[in-house]
Nanobody, 132 residues
Framework: QARLVESGGGLVQAGDSLRLACADS????????MAWFRQAPGKEREFVAA??????????KYADSVKGRFTVSRDNTKSTMYLSMNSLQPADTAVYYC???????????????????????WGQGTQVTVSS
């Protein structure tokens, strides 16, 4: 099973950049489809970005609110997924969570990668605060 730990959060100003990391201490990271979600105060958790495992290529998916600003990547040799965040805005303030599971074939990944119910394994979250 995946054991996920996020890092890299912090307090930044609007326009700054951050890179989050999600490390898996399990042994099967490369098999997992991975995703980032976030939860702002008083709001429901929402999808941010996803990356497919190698069996369906290097597929990535983004929420509209972060397209062009955030980039998700993974390094299977380090069992780590990253989220590079540029041009951060106060609206990006949230606890960021990484998630992992195996979603099945490419059609299922396309359909369900952005659905938090698709993921069994979750990290504890890392706080990102963007001041104006």
């Amino acid at each position: 099973q995946a054991r996920l730990v996020e890092s890299g959060g912090g307090l930044v100003q609007a326009g700054d950049s951050l890179r989050l990391a999600c490390a898996d201490s399990g042994e099967t990271f490369s098999r997992y489809d991975m995703a980032w979600f976030r939860q702002a105060p008083g709001k429901e958790r929402e999808f941010v970005a996803a990356t497919a495992n190698g069996r369906i290529g290097s597929g990535t998916k983004y929420a509209d609110s972060v397209k062009g600003r955030f980039t998700v990547s993974r390094d299977n040799t380090k069992s780590t997924m990253y989220l590079s965040m540029n041009s951060l805005q106060p609206a990006d303030t949230a606890v960021y969570y990484c998630a992992a599971d195996r979603l099945g074939n490419s059609a299922r990944w396309e359909r369900y990668a952005g659905d938090q119910r698709s993921y069994e394994y979750w990290g504890q979250g890392t706080q990102v605060t963007v001041s104006s």
